[in-house]
DNA sequence: CGCACTCTTGACCGAGATCAACATTCGTGG
DNA sequence: CCACGAATGTTGATCTCGGTCAAGAGTGCG
């Protein structure tokens, strides 16, 4: 599949199809579910903390990040969500959502009702299995992000969240020659690594200078794939993608 | 229900009814399950990181807790599980365990086979939907302390661990006038909030002085609940407790 | 073309790490 | 029941990674 008609299938079709091959009957269950698409600009919140929403949303285009603030103001960002993720999926089981969820660009965006999502659940057992397992590779991901904050440092801690987000982008089709968008600015990068930003700023040209990426104007690139992993100290195996993909 | 006879109930009806009250359908399901129950000595690994359960475990008692190695052979605890908890229960859909589960003290320990939690889940809706949710509050537990290790600064930090103890620990009625037993090591907690041992130690004793925790030979008393929490800029919501445990 | 956002650089500071003893507790075997 | 060694907890001195503050340089958008 080339990264244009990629563009093109259903974002959760395409997610799901990461795992294993659908059924007909599957695809077209997923295809008739009604979704709300619309686009939402760079900047919003689309959900936020203490919400109880009544639909989930899956991204069909565009990033957006999970965050939470702390009592003294204090962003963190647990995670940066691309095509194909959905970020809340866990309200369709916790009523109450402890995160926001903003875009960081404008985002194409598919609400999907809690009801319908109940109502696929029930009929199809496998893409019922497929979604908690989405959710579980969620967790996978805030536990190996815990390990980064808790005890890896700054450097290590760039070079892993390089070499995370590369891959999630690629298992949806969006890197070609170890190359994507990373349209994250440097605060941004900060506030998802618990670090400031004259240090992130530091990091990456620390990062650059030892020849491991190229990142300007918003375009990461790595340059050495094997050093970089060892440096972010990044294997992939949490992440849970099928083979083929790694 | 009193410390004492809440001991003798099944671990996962104890846990799935701190959320909503079984059927007597769904709790003769439960209790049907084929359980493989055994006591396994402090400091040993249940399961290890790379293993391929064909088994979830439910502690039934003692504490455990869930971590990964670094490449630098550090070791970040991901979250520490009591009486009721289900670690692993995350391998009924993700093939390779992508973290290492080791007791802390000698815990009881109840093995279900993954076979018989499926054929559960395709029968008995509600107990999936309630599974599923329990895999999504370790999530969002995840989340909390990401942001608790990013974000916030070792008083805190501690301040903040403390509550989430007493508060998980009291929803399964393990705690008596906000005291409660923490058979945990400053070595264990700086491993689970990613600073020195001998900087936990510090924090500990300025907790202390300031009058709002009494910590002695592994026995936790709150002594200023309002004011830890305060410190420790903690807010139950994220653990999703039904309102009559909060 | 001007303002706001983002990135970069330098100087200084401080929370927490590290190193090194020492104290205390606890489990174990004699 | 005591003795001893290992694990755990405590304290002080010193160092360092990363934070904070401040100022400038690009960059892009209205």
Sequence with gaps: MSAANVRNT?????????????SDEERKAILALPIDQRVIEAHQDI???????????VIADGVACAFRMTGEGKRQI?????TGDMPDLQSLHL?????????????K??????????????????VAAALWRETLIYAAMFREWI?????????????????EYIVRARAM???EDYSCELPI??????DAMGLSIVHVNRVLQELRKLGLINLESRHLTVLDWTRLQEVGDFDAGYLHLPKTAT
């Design 78 to 82: 647990l995670a940066f969500h691309i």
């Design 109 to 126: 965006v598919g609400f999907i009702q809690h009801e319908d999502l109940q109502r696929l659940c029930e009929r199809q057992a496998r």
């Design 10 to 22: 259903h974002p959760l079709i395409r997610k799901l199809e990461t795992v294993f091959p659908l």
């Design 173 to 175: 089709g969006l890197v």
């Design 147 to 163: 390990t980064n904050i808790g005890r890896r440092q700054a450097l290590g801690r760039a070079a892993h969240f390089m070499c």
């Design 185 to 190: 600015t440097q605060e941004e990068l900060s």
């Design 95 to 107: 009523q109450t959502l402890d995160i926001s969820i903003g875009t960081i660009t404008a985002c």
């Design 47 to 57: 959900v936020r903390e203490g919400d109880r929403p009544s639909r989930s949303f």
